[in-house]
C-alpha cells in the first residue's frame, strides 16, 4: 500500500521514513522505479511496506557506512 495514488498518479512512497519517488502514470511503472531506485517491499504484519535505500541500509546496521554506502 505503499505507492500513493494522487489523482491519477501513483507515488512510490517509503514507509518508514517518508521519501518519495517521482510520480508515475502507471502502477506497473511506479513498481520499476522503486525497483530501478534500489528500493525494497516486504510484507510486515500482512501489509506491504516498501524501504527506501537509506532506511535499509539504517536497518543493516552501521557496517554499510564503512563500505561507502
Ligand atoms: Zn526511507
Known sequence: MSIEKFGGFYTPTCDICGEEL???????????????????SRKTAGEWEDVCCDCQALENDVSTEAEGL
Open 22 to 40: 517521482d510520480a508515475e502514470f502507471d502502477f506497473c511503472d511506479a513498481v520499476a522505479a522503486k525497483k530501478d531506485a534500489g528500493w525494497k
